[in-house]
């Protein structure tokens, strides 16, 4: 298969399916592969790089028992315990990276999903901020229903994050506290709310190559718009402590297929960037055009939202 051809293909409108043969994705010369990943990225995407930052918005106590997190009471982690977060420091988070030029921000909260008073609590946070910040809204909050979907909506939330972690076949062996089906309803509904649809995963699990494949085509079927790939940083207390951390050329063949597969979506590096030489400068060269920057409301955050701001101004990409 010559991808530099086939990236030509999906520049002119070509796509992927299922139906396809994709094992030259795994073979195939990557320096090739991440050229035409890069062509199809600036064709169908643009140079600008979307950057997104987070903040914890509750901590710990999560009863499923993911096998990669640090949050879940099934694990033996030193993870930090909290309740939902005041109003005004979700605001002041906001503020900050808004005043960074970061394009928009998140409350993630652990758990299964956020319920009752604390949910009245992030509707009526989300509210404050869209009154007050003119930066993009978005949500993580588990397995929420069309209600809360609409609400969070109605309160000025344009995007929810709900990764489905791995493929299909692999999920079983990651959790069993919910389902990978679970996963792709709750998907499902936040497209039929007319939200911006972000869900990826993490690659370096124990998975395959035709797994991390599975879930790019997946994820392409359901019409994502912003997949974001982590890179697996093993923790110490989870079943998954001593996974092989991947090497930079494992990171940067999957970051370039998940272009080829997808080539309209956002691909956005996440968790793992620090496995990469310059924080990743090269997957912005192979097919990514999005990123999680900062790191909650430190003055570490404005260091690595800067760095990253000079990084991609250097490439052209600011």
Known sequence: ????????EIIDGRRLTRENDLSFFLTCDLEELCEGADRIRAHCVGEKVDLCAIINGR???CPEDCKYCSQSVHNHTNCEVYDFL?????VEACRLHEDEGVDRFSIV?????????EFEKA???????????RIGLCASMGFLDAAQLHRLHEAGVTS???NIETSKRYFPSICTTHTYEQKIETLRRVKAEGLCACSGGIIGMGETWEDRLDMAVSLAELEINSIPLNALMPIPGTPLAGQKPLTEAEILRTVAFFRYLNPEAHIRLAAGRALMENDGERAFRSGASATITGNMLTTAARATIQSDRRMLRRMGRG
């Not at 991808?3 to 030509?8: D, E, G, H, P």
């Not at 005041?86 to 979700?90: A, D, L």
């Not at 909260?109 to 008073?117: I, N, Q, S, V």
């Open 86 to 90: 005041p109003e005004e420091t979700i």
């Open 160 to 162: 929810y994050h709900h």
């Open 59 to 61: 901590s710990g106590r």
């Open 1 to 8: 298969m010559d991808v530099r051809k086939l990236a030509q």
């Open 109 to 117: 909260t652990a758990g299964k999903a956020l319920t009752g008073e």
């Open 123 to 133: 509707v009526h946070a989300y509210e404050t901020m869209h009154r007050e910040c």
